[in-house]
T-cell receptor, first 113, second 116 residues
């Protein structure tokens, strides 16, 4: 079975500073990896995903994540955060070709002025 | 147009009551899900239906019964509500397994259930 570990429950950061949200996964088979974002009182939205190909994937709002198979990681990074990036970020994994997503426990990103 | 819509958004009820949450998606997806998010924000899958057929049924009490009248709807009925059922319940939909977009879930805004 797959599992996801997000070690940081909360990451405080100042506006315009860089940030990295860590995600490690465990699986004995090939996986798809995802980052979802949840703004207050809303559902989750897909931020970016790795299915195959280039190990570096990017979102439209400046986030990127790199799939590292040897370290079983999929860390999320942004070089300069905005106040509006304050949200809960969930890393998720699924077996390739399967829809069952297993989520991590989430990391709350708190951006302050 | 809301892609995945759930009703009601908020539900407050007494222990022992029976309640339902409805979900509809207009994305043309074949697969729908129910996820439960507890007070610590942990998200866990409960059920998944593909074209009205149950394909994932995690360890969920029998008091929870999903119903899919057609592939655009997946409702959740809960009998004999308990305090521990208090949570936010999210409906989601996706393309079926094998589709290149498989695994990308589209979530509703959630239904916050409070059991008193």
């Amino acid at each position: 079975a797959q599992s996801v570990t997000q070690l940081d429950s909360q990451v405080p950061v100042f506006e315009e500073a860089p940030v990295e949200l860590r995600c490690n996964y465990s699986s004995s088979v090939s996986v798809y990896l995802f980052w979802y974002v949840q703004y207050p009182n809303q559902g989750l939205q897909l931020l970016l995903k790795y299915l195959s190909g280039s190990t570096l994937v990017e979102s439209i709002n400046g986030f990127e994540a790199e799939f590292n198979k040897s370290q079983t990681s999929f860390h999320l990074r942004k070089p300069s955060v905005h106040i509006s990036d304050t949200a809960e970020y969930f890393c998720a994994v699924s077996k390739t070709g399967f829809q069952k997503l297993v989520f991590g426990t989430g990391t709350r990103l708190l951006v302050s002025p | 147009d809301t892609a995945v819509s759930q009703t009601p958004k908020y539900l407050v009820t007494q222990m022992g009551n029976d309640k339902s949450i409805k979900c509809e998606q207009n994305l043309g997806h074949d697969t729908m899900y129910w996820y439960k998010q507890d007070s610590k924000k942990f998200l866990k899958i409960m059920f998944s239906y593909n074209n009205k057929e149950l394909i994932i049924n995690e360890t969920v009490p029998n008091r929870f019964s999903p119903k899919s009248p057609d592939k655009a709807h997946l409702n959740l009925h809960i009998n004999s509500l308990e305090l521990g059922d208090s949570a936010v319940y999210f409906c989601a939909s996706s393309h079926p397994s094998g589709n290149p977009s498989s695994g990308e879930l589209f979530f509703g805004e959630g239904s916050r259930l409070t059991v008193l």
